[in-house]
């Protein structure tokens, strides 16, 4: 019925009867921000430095499934307590948790308390749009997470690039949602809050932001979108946990992706260099082989790390819920990417260690030739000839 009710409306989304009131009776938003703070973690140094509240992270399953199917290492998740923040009307919890993964990736997520009309999500939503003070204390608060685990963080460095996301759970209302055509109604709504939109959207537009979503039962659903998310149902922390790591899958992602660019455009000026030449010296470029090796090694690593550490092959609905926020991300198409930069990489290695090699025979022939006509010459000098 829910999704007849939804098709029904993506057809004519203008069509809206909100002769109904969609009150909120309790809810949270999740306002996430994600960074990168170096290259690898040891999770079990790091967790034995740290005072606050800590635990380490597990997804919940709709189903029951084997224990595997889990973060692998999981990550080591601290909760700090805070002084709420004012985000326009609303406020933040008296706390933040922290989710530090062993590929040196740190998610903070804020929990804002929801209630009241739905229509009050509009504002917002538009607050927590690029909120410069969220994210100003987030940075503070890795900065001090990096402080506490000192020497466990290989080659420590936060990035200046960070992803934000947006996560709105409600999970009781009057109505409930499942009981009517709500959806319908505030699908306009809907679009607005995920786009972080003032003012009404096309119906191109509504249709896209509305386009990927998924429930597991009649009183439950998750509408994903590029800037936020919206979820209605209960026990739903395993849906907010992928959504949460999708996030910082994409940071990863776009940073190895620049790192790959950065990779390859010196790799391009170090073919360029003139001690390529024909008159370059054995050994000249072998600081390029070494730093051009050390990034395709450790930009593979990375990869791999990233794209294997959350399992979710037992547990259908999960995967479909990281399938659809995956295609929505445009994960593939940032796998595809970097995949085919690191083959361009191991190419162009390939071709100037192939290079630094015929360098090398061409110097002992060199090498072999002057030895030869050394030993002719001195056959020939008198009184050396004799020895």
Same mark, same amino acid.
């Given at each position: 019925?829910?999704?007849?009710?939804?098709?029904?409306?993506?057809?004519?989304?203008?069509?809206?009867?909100?002769?109904?009131?969609?009150?909120?009776?309790?809810?949270?938003?999740?306002?996430?921000?994600?960074?990168?703070?170096?290259?690898?973690?040891?999770?079990?140094?790091?967790?034995?430095?740290?005072?606050?509240?800590?635990?380490?992270?597990?997804?919940?399953?709709?189903?029951?499934?084997?224990?595997?199917?889990?973060?692998?290492?999981?990550?080591?998740?601290?909760?700090?307590?805070?002084?709420?923040?004012?985000?326009?009307?609303?406020?933040?919890?008296?706390?933040?948790?922290?989710?530090?993964?062993?590929?040196?990736?740190?998610?903070?997520?804020?929990?804002?308390? %929801?209630?009241?009309?739905?229509?009050? =999500?509009?504002?917002? &939503?538009?607050? /927590?749009? *690029?909120? +410069? @003070?969220?994210? !100003?204390?987030?940075?503070?608060?890795?900065?001090?997470?990096?402080?506490?685990?000192?020497?466990?963080?290989?080659?420590?460095?936060?990035?200046?690039?960070?992803?934000?996301?947006?996560?709105?759970?409600?999970?009781?209302?009057?109505?409930?949602?499942?009981?009517?055509?709500?959806?319908?109604?505030? %699908?306009?709504?809907?679009?607005?809050? =995920?786009?972080?939109? &003032?003012?009404? /959207?096309? *119906?191109? +537009? @509504?249709?896209? !932001?509305?386009?990927?979503?998924?429930?597991?039962?009649?009183?439950?659903?998750?509408?994903?979108?590029?800037?936020?998310?919206?979820?209605?149902?209960?026990?739903?922390?395993?849906?907010?946990?992928?959504?949460?790591?999708?996030?910082?899958?994409?940071?990863?992602?776009?940073?190895?992706?620049?790192? %790959?660019?950065?990779?390859?455009?010196?790799?391009?000026?170090?073919?360029?260099?003139?001690?390529?030449?024909?008159?370059?010296?054995?050994?000249?470029?072998?600081?390029?082989?070494?730093?051009?090796?050390?990034?395709?090694?450790?930009?593979?690593?990375?990869?791999?790390?990233?794209?294997?550490?959350?399992?979710?092959?037992?547990?259908?609905?999960?995967?479909?819920?990281?399938?659809?926020?995956?295609?929505?991300?445009?994960?593939?198409?940032?796998?595809?990417?970097?995949?085919?930069?690191?083959?361009?990489?191991?190419?162009?290695?390939?071709?100037?260690?192939?290079?630094?090699?015929?360098?090398?025979?061409?110097?002992?022939?060199?090498?072999?030739?002057?030895?030869?006509?050394?030993?002719?010459?001195?056959?020939?000098?008198?009184?050396?000839?004799?020895?």
């Amino acid at each position: 019925m829910m999704h007849r009710v939804l098709e029904s409306q993506l057809t004519n989304p203008m069509v809206q009867d909100k002769s109904l009131t969609f009150h909120i009776d309790k809810g949270i938003c999740y306002a996430i921000f994600a960074y990168d703070v170096g290259r690898w973690v040891d999770l079990d140094k790091a967790e034995g430095r740290i005072t606050a509240i800590k635990q380490r992270g597990r997804i919940k399953h709709k189903r029951r499934a084997p224990p595997y199917f889990n973060y692998s290492p999981l990550p080591l998740r601290v909760t700090e307590e805070v002084e709420s923040l004012a985000i326009g009307k609303y406020r933040t919890s008296p706390s933040v948790d922290l989710l530090l993964y062993d590929f040196a990736a740190v998610s903070v997520t804020y929990s804002i308390p %929801l209630d009241g009309d739905f229509s009050n =999500l509009l504002a917002l &939503s538009l607050d /927590l749009y *690029e909120n +410069e @003070v969220l994210l !100003a204390d987030s940075k503070r608060r890795v900065e001090d997470l990096l402080a506490a685990i000192e020497g466990t963080v290989e080659r420590p460095s936060i990035a200046t690039s960070a992803e934000d996301y947006s996560i709105f759970l409600i999970e009781a209302s009057t109505p409930a949602f499942y009981q009517n055509d709500l959806l319908a109604t505030y %699908l306009q709504d809907i679009a607005q809050v =995920l786009r972080s939109e &003032s003012h009404p /959207l096309a *119906e191109q +537009e @509504v249709r896209d !932001a509305t386009a990927q979503r998924i429930s597991f039962g009649p009183d439950d659903i998750a509408i994903i979108d590029w800037n936020a998310a919206l979820i209605f149902g209960q026990d739903m922390d395993d849906t907010q946990a992928v959504l949460e790591f999708a996030n910082v899958e994409l940071l990863e992602m776009r940073l190895l992706d620049q790192q %790959l660019d950065d990779a390859l455009d010196q790799a391009y000026e170090a073919l360029s260099k003139r001690k390529w030449d024909r008159l370059a010296l054995p050994g000249m470029f072998q600081a390029d082989l070494r730093r051009m090796a050390r990034l395709q090694v450790d930009s593979a690593i990375l990869f791999e790390r990233v794209t294997n550490t959350l399992k979710l092959f037992g547990d259908q609905y999960l995967a479909r819920v990281h399938r659809l926020v995956s295609q929505r991300f445009h994960l593939e198409s940032w796998d595809a990417s970097i995949s085919r930069k690191l083959q361009t990489l191991e190419s162009i290695y390939g071709k100037m260690s192939d290079s630094a090699a015929t360098r090398r025979m061409e110097a002992l022939e060199w090498i072999i030739i002057v030895l030869i006509a050394v030993s002719i010459a001195v056959s020939f000098l008198p009184g050396l000839g004799r020895h």
